[in-house]
């Protein structure tokens, strides 16, 4: 089974609105990140939080860590339609292996 | 540079017949990793690899092989292909905690 689990699955918001994306995971890690995919397209490196650290910016993108509730959720604010792709997020528990969650897809409406 | 790039694009096999994906990478990293992902999911690894000469299996590495006889280049091989492995197949190589991913190979297996 996959490790972290995003809700919503399926997210549509008005051009310049937020957007907040939540992961939810199962072991414990040592860092969780972000991914970005547009349609038909690779994924995409966001931003990366470590397992010390409870929040963390990245121009429009803000995202937040409780390890104690193994949680994490990305807010894109002031979004735009460029924004519209699925966002992933990422565990890596072991040193070699990173686990990709299902996925929230954006959809950001002019 | 090139980055990650993945040799077909898209391919159509019949079930039993067997294929190869490429992967090659030119930024000299030497962890590389193999994923699926089926509609509306998020990646799975199916096989990874931590250097030249080393594999190891992922979450659903069944009925796939993987070879890395060069640094630059990971192999995936389907012995003989089934419905079930329809799919977009992604490679990633990792420099540090951040994954490159290439463009995917779209499989159909009828």
């Known amino acids: 089974s996959q490790q972290g689990e995003e809700d919503p699955q399926a997210l549509s918001i008005q051009e310049g609105e937020n957007a907040t994306m939540n992961c939810s995971y199962k072991?414990?890690?040592?860092?969780l990140q972000w991914y970005r995919q547009n349609s038909g397209r690779g994924l995409v490196h966001l931003i990366l939080?470590?397992?010390?650290?409870r929040e963390k910016h990245s121009g429009r993108l803000r995202v937040t860590l409780d390890t104690s509730k193994k949680s994490s959720s990305l807010l894109i604010t002031a979004s735009r339609a460029a924004d519209t792709a699925s966002y992933f997020c990422?565990?890596?528990?072991?040193?070699?292996?990173?686990?990709f969650g299902s996925g929230t897809r954006l959809s950001i409406r002019p | 540079n090139a980055g990650v790039t993945q040799t077909p694009k898209f391919r159509v096999l019949k079930t039993g017949q067997s294929m190869t994906l490429l992967c090659a990478q030119d930024?000299?990293?030497?962890?590389m990793y193999w994923y699926r992902q089926d509609p509306g999911m998020g990646l799975r690894l199916i096989h990874y690899?931590?250097?030249?000469?080393?594999?190891a299996k992922g979450e659903v590495p069944d009925g796939y092989n993987v070879s890395r006889l060069k640094k630059q280049n990971f192999l995936l091989g389907l012995e003989s292909a089934a419905p079930s492995q329809t799919s977009v197949y992604f490679c990633?190589?990792?420099?540090?905690?951040?994954?490159?991913f290439g463009p995917g190979t779209r499989l159909t297996v009828l």
């Open positions: 990633a190589s990792r420099s540090g905690n951040e994954q490159f």
């Open positions: 939080i470590r397992s010390n650290e």
């Open positions: 990422a565990t890596d528990s072991s040193a070699s292996k990173i686990i």
């Open positions: 930024m000299n990293h030497e962890y």
């Open positions: 690899s931590v250097g030249e000469g080393t594999t």
């Open positions: 072991t414990s890690i040592n860092n």
